[in-house]
C-alpha cells in the first residue's frame, strides 16, 4: 500500500477502439509502454479517462485483468471496479484483486442520492475487500463526498486516498490531515 501512495507519477489512461468499436488491445498494450518509458509508476485503467463508465462490466473486467497480468510486474495497476451498485462494486472489486491489480479506485453510489450512512456502508464494503482509492468526482455523480466522511474512512487500514475533483482547498486539507490525494481534474 505504500508503494501506492508513494508513487509521484499515476495517470490515468485511455482505452482505445477500433473503427468498428471494439477495444484495440494491441494499441492499449503500445499506450501502456509509452507510459512506462515516460515514468510513469501506475495506471488507473477504466476510469473516466479510460471510458469505463461506456463499457460493460464484461469489457471493464477483461481490461483490468490484462493490464494487471500483461504489465502488474513493472507498474501499479489501479483498477476502476466502483459501481452505484454495491453488490456489483463488491463483485468487481474481487474480481479485480483475484487478477493482480494493486488496488481499487471507488465511486460513491450515484443516481439515487444516498445518505451519509449509505456512504459510509457502501465503502466500508469494498474497503474490506483491499487497498482502495475514493473517488470524488461531484461534477459527474452530483454528489460531493464531505471532508468528515473521508476523514472517518480514513481510519479503515485499506483507504490508500481520495482522487478529488472539489479543487484545491480541498485537497490541501486532505494533506493537512495526513490523507493522500491525487488530482482529479486537469484544471487542479
Not at 509508476?41 to 461506456?54: K, M, P, R, S
Not at 483475484?98 to 443516481?111: C, E, K
Request: proline share 3%; net charge negative.
Amino acid at each position: 500500500m505504500q508503494r501506492i501512495k508513494s508513487a509521484s507519477l499515476m495517470t490515468a489512461i485511455k482505452t482505445p477502439y477500433t473503427s468498428d468499436g471494439e477495444m484495440d488491445i494491441d494499441t492499449f498494450d503500445q499506450l501502456v509502454e509509452a507510459q512506462i518509458a515516460a515514468g510513469v509508476e501506475g495506471l488507473i485503467i477504466a476510469g473516466t479517462t479510460g471510458e469505463g463508465h461506456l463499457m460493460d462490466w464484461e469489457e471493464e473486467l477483461m481490461l483490468i485483468a490484462h493490464a494487471a497480468q500483461r504489465f502488474g510486474d513493472r507498474l501499479l495497476i489501479v483498477g476502476n471496479t466502483g459501481s452505484n451498485n454495491t453488490r456489483e462494486a463488491v463483485r468487481a472489486t474481487r474480481f479485480g484483486f483475484s487478477v493482480g491489480m494493486h488496488a481499487a479506485l471507488q465511486i460513491n453510489p450515484y443516481y439515487g442520492k444516498t445518505s451519509d450512512r449509505g456512504l459510509r456502508e457502501h465503502f466500508q464494503r469494498v474497503l474490506d475487500l483491499g487497498p482502495t482509492i475514493i473517488y470524488n468526482v461531484p461534477g459527474r455523480t452530483g454528489q460531493d463526498l464531505q471532508p468528515v466522511l473521508i476523514e472517518d474512512l480514513a481510519q479503515h487500514p485499506n483507504l490508500l486516498g481520495v482522487k478529488e475533483c472539489a479543487g484545491n482547498e480541498r485537497m490541501g486539507h486532505y494533506e493537512s490531515k495526513g490523507i493522500a490525494c491525487w488530482s482529479g481534474n486537469d484544471d487542479q
